[in-house]
C-alpha cells in the first residue's frame, strides 16, 4: 500500500512543474506578440499580391508608398495612373510611388489615427494597422466605425 505522505509529495511535485510550465508559456507568448513602433516598417505585399507597399517613418508618423505592382501597365502598354483619383492634377500621376497610407501613429500597439489611399476607386478611409504576426500585418479601412469597413492581410515581403 502507498504512502499518503509520499502520494502528497508527487502530488506537490507534479502541482509546482505544472505551474511553472504555466508560468513559462506565458511569459513565451508575451515577447512572441509584443509590438514595438518601428515593427510596421519594410516592405509589405498587399492582399492577393498585386503590389508592394513600402512603410517607412517621417517624425514620429508612419507612411506607405506603392513600390511596385503586379501589372504596372494598362492595356496600351503605358504605366497605371491615379485616374480615379478625385484631385485633377493627381490623375495623370503613375501609380508606382503613389501614397497610399499616411499620418500614422503607433498608439497602444497598433497605427492608427491615419488614412489609406484606393487608388482603384479613388476613395480616402479612415485606417487601422494592427501587427498580427512579425511578418502580417491587419490593415482595416473604414468609414465612420471600425466595424463598417474592409481588413485585408498584408504579408511582409522578405
Known sequence: MLDPHYCFIFEKKRMKKALYLLILACF??????ATGPDDILGTWI??????HIQVYKEGKNY???????????????????????????????????SLILR????????????????PMNGKEYKCIIKLKEPNTLNVR???????????EVWTRLK
Open 141 to 151: 479601412g473604414y468609414i465612420g466605425f471600425s466595424m463598417l469597413g474592409r481588413t
Open 103 to 118: 499620418n500614422f501613429q503607433f498608439n497602444d500597439g497598433e497605427w492608427n489615427n491615419g488614412k489609406i489611399y484606393d
Open 46 to 51: 498587399s492582399a492577393g499580391g498585386k503590389g
Open 28 to 33: 513565451g507568448f508575451g515577447t512572441v506578440f
Open 63 to 97: 507612411f506607405g508608398k506603392i513600390i511596385w505592382l503586379k501589372e504596372p501597365n494598362n492595356e496600351k502598354g503605358q504605366p497605371k495612373v491615379d485616374a480615379n483619383n478625385p484631385d485633377p492634377a493627381q490623375k495623370n500621376k503613375p501609380i508606382i510611388g
